[in-house]
Structure formats: structure tokens, C-alpha cells
């Protein structure tokens, strides 16, 4: 019920492309969906997150779509730059419940 | 004008040592973690913690205890290092009521 699933474990794309990573929620309790960047050495920075009552949110490059009946969320990047290349967490929270996904390790070719 | 930070960066110790790790926050936030991040990038939270409330992960052993001597403050102490304790601690915080955390830059404990 607390498990968060995040796909795929690791993606490759030409810059240009657009990433997709998706993850999965068990609990209907979470309302807080954030998607952090994390840089070697560094700590996971707070990217971009939705709250379960709209089903998309842009923030720039990065969109999150959301989809409250299959308990399913994404993050799209557009125009994949070498620079996005990171590990991407997705989480799901409840008051001071917080569930990370195991991370996606993105690389953007040039 | 770091928002959270953490003391000491890197931490090398030997098994059966006690060792304590600092956090501080400077964002007036009144919710703060602790979290631990494997080799595999694992993150898993380890304790929050706000002026009410310190929730603890069941599976995080009792030689593992956060301490919390104001608002902008929660120091983890670790009793009896264990090689498995080898890990990154990151600390985080949020302000009650919202979702988003603020995480500092992660201390790289090495037990050997």
C-alpha cells in the first residue's frame, strides 16, 4: 500500500527527444505528487509536483500528467537536453508521509 | 544563504563507534527528515519530525535516534556503527501543511 513503482530503472535519449517516466501508487490516501532531479553528489531537488485534482501540470520543459483512476503519473521531458541527464524520483505524500519511487537514471546523449 | 545544510560532508568511522550528524535549516520550516540513500539510490525516510510529532520508520533500528534542539535543528545520532550503515544521509525539511521538501547536500557515511 506504500510502495511506489517508478519505470523504466534507466532511459536513454538523443537530444531533442522527449523522456517519459512513469510511476504507480497503491495508496488513494497520497494527495502530493512530486518529481525530484537529483545530480551525482547532490541532493534531490524539488523539480515539479501535482495534487491529485487537476491531471496535468507544465512547468517548462516538464510535464507531469496524472491519472487519479489508474493511480498512475508521469513525467514528460521535452526536448531532452544533456544537461537533464540525472536520476529522477518520483514520490507520493501524505502529511508528513513521504514515499519515494526507486529512481530512474536518465541519460541524454548529445 | 544555503537552505538546509549538513554537517560533515563525509564521515569515515569504524563498526562500534557512535557518531552524530548535523542538520540545519534556514527556511522557517516547522517539519524536518531524516533520510538514508544505498548504493542502489535507494531513498528511504527515516524519521520526520515537527514541534508535535516524530514519526519513526519501523525498520530503522533503535541506534538510530533523532535529536532536535530547536525548530531549525535535527541532528542524527548513530550508536554502534554497523558496515551497513554505510550509506548518504540527506536531511530534508517542509513546511506543515504543503507537500514540497528541501533537501541538503547529503553526508557520505563510510564504516569500515
Known amino acids: 500500500q506504500q510502495q511506489v513503482k517508478q519505470s523504466p530503472q534507466s532511459l536513454i535519449v538523443q537530444k531533442g527527444g522527449i523522456s517519459i517516466i512513469n510511476c504507480a501508487y497503491e495508496?488513494?490516501?497520497?494527495?502530493?505528487f512530486p518529481w525530484y532531479q537529483q545530480f551525482p553528489g547532490k541532493g534531490p531537488a524539488l523539480l515539479i509536483a501535482?495534487?491529485?485534482?487537476?491531471s496535468e501540470k507544465k512547468e517548462g520543459r516538464f510535464t507531469i500528467s496524472f491519472n487519479k483512476s489508474a493511480k498512475q503519473f508521469s513525467l514528460h521531458i521535452m526536448d531532452s537536453q544533456p544537461g537533464d541527464s540525472a536520476t529522477y524520483f518520483c514520490?507520493?505524500?501524505?502529511?508528513?508521509?513521504?514515499?519515494f519511487g526507486p529512481g530512474t537514471r536518465l541519460s541524454v546523449l548529445p | 544563504d544555503t537552505a538546509v545544510s549538513q554537517t560533515p560532508k563525509y564521515l569515515v568511522t569504524q563498526m562500534g563507534n557512535d557518531k552524530s550528524i548535523k542538520c540545519e535549516q534556514n527556511?522557517?520550516?516547522?517539519?524536518m527528515y531524516w533520510y538514508k540513500q544505498d548504493s542502489k539510490k535507494f531513498l528511504k525516510i527515516m524519521f520526520s519530525?515537527?514541534?508535535?510529532?516524530?514519526?519513526i520508520n519501523e525498520t530503522v533500528p533503535n541506534r538510530f535516534s533523532p535529536k532536535s534542539p530547536d525548530k531549525a535543528h535535527l541532528n542524527l545520532h548513530i550508536n554502534s556503527l554497523e558496515l551497513g550503515d554505510s550509506a548518504v544521509y540527506f536531511c530534508?525539511?517542509?513546511?506543515?501543511?504543503?507537500?514540497?521538501?528541501?533537501f541538503g547536500p547529503g553526508t557520505r557515511l563510510t564504516v569500515t
Open positions: 530534508a525539511s517542509s513546511p506543515s501543511g504543503r507537500g514540497e521538501q528541501y
Open positions: 495508496n488513494t490516501a497520497f494527495d502530493y
Open positions: 501535482i495534487r491529485p485534482d487537476v
Open positions: 514520490a507520493a505524500s501524505m502529511g508528513q508521509n513521504f514515499v
Open positions: 527556511l522557517g520550516h516547522d517539519t
Open positions: 519530525y515537527n514541534n508535535k510529532e516524530l514519526i
